[in-house]
Nanobody, 127 residues
């Protein structure tokens, strides 16, 4: 069983930056695991933000954050990060970390069915 715990959310300003962390426990990921970030704003469906193959070989970003967000991982800490700059009010949401322990395909991580989810961390962006 995998446990994912997000941290780093809070009240941020438009134009500012966020750095979210997702600490995983319960298993060591192999290079073909996929770790992703999703978000859900009130009244909206959950949407994909970014994902990374645990090897670091490939990433995938939603168009809405491409160029502003960077997903990274620290294998030694079993942690995945989301750095996002130039925050907009529409970035406000609950951000969730998700994990798929193995995926051998190429790219397009946004459509995968993830097996494990964190409890989420609230990000509020003030204008």
């Amino acid at each position: 069983q995998v446990q994912l715990v997000e941290s780093g959310g809070g009240l941020l300003q438009t134009g500012g930056s966020l750095r979210l962390s997702c600490a995983a426990s319960g298993r060591t990921f192999n290079n073909n695991a996929i770790l992703g970030w999703f978000r859900q704003a009130p009244g909206k469906e959950r949407e994909f933000v970014a994902a990374i193959r645990w090897s670091g070989a490939s990433t995938d970003y939603a168009d809405s954050v491409k160029g502003r967000a960077t997903i990274s991982r620290d294998n030694a800490k079993n942690t995945v990060y989301l750095q996002m700059n130039s925050l907009k009010p529409e970035d406000a949401a609950v951000y969730y970390c998700a994990a798929k322990p193995w995926y051998g395909g190429l790219g397009n991580f946004r459509t995968l069915e993830y097996d494990y989810w964190g409890q989420g961390t609230q990000v509020t962006v003030s204008s």
